[in-house]
């Protein structure tokens, strides 16, 4: 059974940082393109970063330059670093991974205020 377990939400203010992590279990997870999406307050939820097996990464426009995809398949997971956090990066966070089928986890919290 594939798990994604999320960790390292929280309350941070404006100009802050937070790093997010996901550990993945029960797939080969080296072989498989992961990602974080997010969902805002009244927003549909959208890609932040994906990172593909080879290290291939793509950020939405929002956040590039402040956030940044990585992952260590030794210790199957993926990691977001935020940096220079804004108001409008408030949401719920989600782990996503490319397997048989697509896989997510159960989500972390970011607020950040001002």
């Known amino acids: 059974q594939v798990q994604l377990v999320e960790a390292g939400g929280g309350l941070v203010q404006a100009g802050g940082s937070l790093r997010l992590s996901c550990v993945v279990s029960?797939?080969?997870?080296?072989?498989?393109?992961v990602g974080w999406y997010r969902r805002a307050p009244g927003k549909q939820r959208e890609l932040v970063a994906r990172?593909?097996?080879?290290?291939?990464?793509s950020y939405a426009d929002s956040v590039k330059g402040r956030f940044t995809i990585s992952r260590d398949n030794a210790k199957n997971t993926v990691y977001l670093q935020m940096s220079a956090l804004k108001v409008e990066d408030t949401a719920v966070y989600y782990c996503?991974?490319?397997?048989?089928?697509?896989?997510w986890g159960q989500g972390t919290q970011v607020t950040v205020s001002s």
């Open positions: 996503n991974m490319l397997g048989l089928t697509v896989y």
């Open positions: 029960g797939s080969i997870f080296s072989i498989n393109t």
């Open positions: 990172i593909s097996s080879g290290g291939s990464t």
